[in-house]
Structures are given as C-alpha cells and as structure tokens.
C-alpha cells in the first residue's frame, strides 16, 4: 500500500513516496476508465509525475487519457504515411511532409524513430543547383490544393480563404511562395481566394449546421451571434442569414 500523511490542522500534505500493487492497479484501473491524469493523482494521493510514470505515460509521448486511443492513432498515422511514400516514389522528404503535413507533424513528435525508419533520405541541398520552377509549380499547386480542400472540410469556424491563411496551413515557406514564378499556383489562389462576402456566406451555413445538430433555435439573432459579426457588416450579414431562412 502507499505510504502517505495528510495534516488536517496545518493543511499541509505528504505525498505518497512508495506504491504497491494494490496502489498501481487502482491508478491503471482509472486510468482505463478515462479518467484523467490530474484527477487521478488528487484521488490517489500523488504527484501527476509518479502517476504518469506507472502508466507509461511519458514513454508513449501521451498526456492525457488514453493509451489505446494513441495506439490507434499513431497506426492511422503511420499508414497514412507509408501510403504517401508509396504514392510519391520520386519524392523528397520535403514534399512528402507537405502533402501528408499532419500525420508528418503527429509522427515527428510522437513516433520519431519510426518516421526516420521509413522515410527517404535526406537530400543534400545544393545552392548551386537551380530551382526547376516549373516543377517547384506543378508540386506546390498540388499541395495548395489539398491545403484549401483541408479548410473547406473544416468543422471549426469558417476562416477567409487568403494566400496568407494558405501558406499558415500548408506550411508552405515563403521561398518556395514566389509566386511570380508559379503561374499555375497563382491563379488558382487567385480563384480560391475570398471576399468578406463568401466569408459571411460560409459562416452562416457553418452557423445553420452547428445549431441543427444541436436542435437549437435557427433565429436570425442565434445565427449573427455565433458568426460574430461588426457593425461594419451586420445589415449585410442580416439580410444573407434572412434569404438563407427564406423569411
């Protein structure tokens, strides 16, 4: 059993310094049950750092609750990945991390060894060697195009569609952004790219979905409200959620 005080008079507290079987089973057992990491150090009388470590906690890159949900995760990730490497025999790491740039980013943090095991080697730039922009165009356009795929599929809050908003979630660096010399990317950015209008047209229906789903009320005010919409807008924006309820 676990060695532990507890001072009522002076409120000071002793955490536990040794665990026992019946200890750890306990503190697995919740764990198992979702129960999280702090919740379970304040009921056993822990520090979160001994409770972290009869769970394996730290060594699995895990905070918080699950260890099957992250096992479950990084073999999504991890398919996901040998797919991209397998579709894209020709390419770099560069380009593979920005076409399967969450699992890349999910497996970097979590699962490092692994990633380096079934990746390409790493290119040895030169900066001699000249950009083959008509390539370099060709490749970026492929992952702009899954980038803005990525953002309308989106179920958080609608964004403006930007080259700035495009470039934060491609990860794409501004080198490999001149778009003077990426005629085919350019233009579809230039297609894809939104009016504070489009905007508001998108929030209202992502508005009208959310409070579906929730059987809430689908009132003009319950709409503006969860759009957030300035003064600058707000007649406009009143007027669109009206046509959108045909009242």
């Not at 520090?47 to 730290?58: A, F, G, N, S």
């Not at 073999?75 to 894209?88: F, G």
Request: aromatic share 8%.
């Amino acid at each position: 059993m676990p060695v532990s005080q507890h001072y009522a008079d002076s409120g000071r507290f002793v955490q536990v310094v040794e665990q026992g079987d019946v200890w750890v089973a306990k503190v697995r057992e919740l764990f198992q049950n979702g129960i999280r990491v702090k919740e379970i150090a304040m009921r056993m009388n822990a520090d979160i750092k001994t409770v972290k470590k009869h769970l394996e906690v730290k060594e699995h890159g895990i905070e918080e609750p699950d260890l099957s949900n992250f096992l479950c995760k990084r073999e999504e990730h991890r398919e996901k990945w040998l797919q991209i490497v397998k579709d894209n025999p020709d390419k770099g790491r560069l380009v593979l991390r920005r076409l399967a740039k969450y699992s890349a980013i999910w497996l970097c943090k979590n699962d490092r060894e692994w990633w380096e095991q079934n990746s390409p080697a790493p290119q040895q730039a030169l900066s001699s060697s000249p950009v083959n922009w008509e390539e370099r165009d060709k490749e970026i356009l492929e992952v702009v195009k899954q980038t803005v795929r990525r953002i309308f599929s989106s179920e958080e809050k609608p964004q403006r569609i930007s080259l700035r908003l495009i470039r934060t979630w491609s990860g794409i660096k501004g080198f490999d952004m001149k778009l003077d010399k990426l005629p085919l990317t350019r233009a579809y950015i230039d297609s894809v790219i939104e009016t504070p209008t489009d905007l508001h047209r998108r929030r209202i229906q992502w508005a009208i979905r959310k409070l579906e789903e929730r059987n809430d009320d689908l009132g003009v005010y319950a709409i503006l409200n969860m759009i957030g919409v300035g003064n600058k807008y707000r007649k406009q924006v009143t007027e669109e959620v009206k046509r959108f309820l045909q009242i």
